[in-house]
């Protein structure tokens, strides 16, 4: 199956259909880029752009959500948001309880989840589980006895990314609705080699992680992610890795 934001890419010329030959087979690709082609045509005439950016997407349990990407044209990001939508509706999730890696403290209740769009199916991931370019990820977490949290990863490049909340490092509170707590954007990893590792750092206070700016980026690794030497006092965090095929 061709993933659908790499054809997205390819539409915009941001990725070389070429490469992909080999991988997926020419004639595989052109007819699925013909077929999206066609969709982003009859979605545009059917929904005009104004009048979609007006209608929030409803979030609920039911996974994937709305895609974090920013860099797709008018066409693209109405195919994405329509597709969320019909995702949040009817997709079907396999959920399993796969503990995270807990560090610093006691173990305690809260947990950060990961799944992966398969199909028509949100398929929970277990930590250590292989992933790979393009792959769409859904985070969720359980906030446990916690009031306050923080979600963000680290690449194989040593790239960081907030989650939870989406741009600073002061901790957000946590909702406690008895069930898994979506984040609002589905998560489309990149090309970054080896790994990718989620860390939910939780608290009873609020609390900054700011000082983690002045880590050397040299220093990010699985192993210094896990110890959990950078957290504030009184905060434990969640571990969770995937590695990148």
């Not at 005439?45 to 409803?58: G, M, Q, V």
């Not at 044209?73 to 509706?89: D, E, F, I, Y």
Request: contains cysteine.
């Amino acid at each position: 199956m061709i993933p659908q934001l790499l054809l997205e890419e390819i539409l915009l010329g941001e990725k070389e259909e070429k490469k992909y030959y080999d991988k997926y087979g020419k004639e595989n690709i052109q007819t699925a880029l013909a077929e999206l082609r066609k969709s982003n045509e009859k979605i545009l005439a059917a929904y005009p752009a104004d009048s979609l950016k007006k209608k929030p997407l409803k979030f609920n349990k039911t996974f994937l959500l709305s895609t974090k990407i920013l860099t797709f044209s008018t066409a693209a990001v109405l195919v994405m948001a329509l597709a969320g939508t019909l995702l949040a509706n009817h997709i079907d999730v396999k959920n399993e309880t796969v503990p995270t890696e807990r560090t610093k403290g006691t173990p305690s209740n809260h947990q950060l989840k990961l799944y992966r769009q398969k199909g028509t199916e949100a398929v929970q991931l277990k930590d250590g589980e292989s992933a790979e370019e393009n792959d769409l990820i859904q985070i969720t977490y359980l906030p446990g006895s916690f009031k306050y949290g923080l979600i963000f990863s680290v690449d194989g490049n040593g790239s960081v990314t907030h989650h939870l909340p989406e741009s600073t490092w002061i901790s957000e509170k946590l909702k406690k609705t008895g069930e898994e707590v979506p984040l609002a954007f589905s998560y489309a990893l990149d090309d970054a080699p080896d790994y990718e590792c989620f860390v939910f750092v939780v608290s009873k206070k609020n609390f900054d992680m700011s000082k983690i700016e002045n880590v050397d980026k040299n220093k990010y690794s699985i192993e210094y992610l896990k110890n959990g030497s950078y957290l504030p006092s009184e905060c434990e965090s969640s571990v969770f890795v995937l590695n990148k095929k």
